[in-house]
């Protein structure tokens, strides 16, 4: 369970990042950002040689694919709607598909960890209570879309190996970038301003992505449920998103959106619960 925890402080730290660097420049080059340091800082884990599984390439290359979509899209939306806002919208739905492939290869569900994943899911929809009242149609509609893509991702990542973890996430960068590419293109013709002014943003949302996708293939193979990993990953990661999006976005938060961290606490509490109780019962 604490994979999965600091795994969501990451992803939500990713998040809030990335939507900054995409304000600062543009969607691709916060895309571009993320990927590049992303492959800076596992390249000399991979160096070392180990032997890589064709699962892994596998695996990599289509979570790589799926992710890279998504980052653009969730970049375009947090460029045109709060981020205290697209942020949860795109997790909530990022959160269902992991938790159904689960259920369909046939893990059971318990009362207590109903109730739990019910919180973090309640966490979620409350941080995404616009502040304005409402919400822009195109913003939550690329929202929507990069949580499909991100959901894909996840449920991607659920089937490797612990011991794969790094290099998965080295072939899923690595064909992100490859998806990205066309992009690169159009960087000459961008002023240097633009692409340095999202880069800070851009590389600290990549290395906190490396640590949160790693720490999340871990949590899913440690031996505890997976369902609840991945609920406390993925749906939780959208309160602290949107609370680091308040500190360095200088977004408003309001009275709902804070009430949604009580119930990612509350949900934290269950799911611990289920755990502690799983774990003396066996």
Same mark, same amino acid.
């Given at each position: ?19 900054? +660097? =995409?304000?600062? /420049?543009?969607?691709? *080059? @916060? %895309?571009?950002?993320?990927?590049? $340091?992303?492959? &800076?800082? #596992? ?83 409350? +941080? =995404?209570?616009? /502040?304005?009242?409402? *919400? @822009? %149609?195109?913003?939550?509609?690329? $929202?929507?879309? &990069?949580? #499909? ?83 406390? +990953?993925?749906?939780? /990661? ?45």
């Amino acid at each position: 369970m604490l994979h999965a925890l600091f795994a969501a402080g990451l992803w939500g730290s990713t998040d809030a990042f990335a939507g900054i +660097a =995409a304000r600062r /420049s543009t969607p691709l *080059l @916060a %895309a571009l950002w993320l990927h590049i $340091s992303s492959l &800076a800082v #596992l390249l000399p884990f991979i160096a070392t040689g180990s032997p890589i599984s064709s699962n892994a390439v596998l695996y990599g290359a289509l979570a790589g694919i799926t992710a890279a979509i998504g980052d653009v899209l969730f970049g375009r939306a947090l460029s045109k709607s709060a981020m205290s806002v697209g942020i949860p919208l795109a997790n909530v739905i990022a959160a269902t598909i992991p938790v159904l492939v689960v259920v369909i290869q046939g893990e059971p569900l318990s009362p207590l960890g109903v109730l739990g994943i019910l919180g973090a899911i309640a966490a979620t929809s409350l +941080a =995404a209570a616009p /502040s304005n009242g409402r *919400l @822009a %149609a195109e913003g939550a509609g690329y $929202s929507t879309a &990069a949580g #499909l893509c991100f959901g894909i991702m996840y449920a991607l990542l659920a089937q490797v190996r612990a011991d794969d973890a790094l290099i998965v996430i080295f072939v899923m960068r690595l064909a992100g970038t490859v998806v990205l590419l066309p992009g690169l293109l159009q960087i000459e013709q961008r002023s240097g301003s633009l692409i340095r002014s999202g880069a800070l943003a851009g590389i600290a949302s990549g290395l906190a992505s490396v640590g949160a996708n790693a720490l999340y293939i871990v949590a899913m193979t440690s031996g505890g449920s997976r369902i609840a990993a991945s609920v406390v +990953a993925v749906a939780l /990661s959208a309160p602290a998103g949107v609370l680091i999006a308040r500190l360095f976005g200088r977004e408003h938060l309001t009275l709902l959106q804070g009430a949604s961290a009580g119930s990612a606490i509350a949900a934290i509490a269950v799911l611990a619960l289920r755990e502690a109780v799983q774990t003396s019962i066996s």
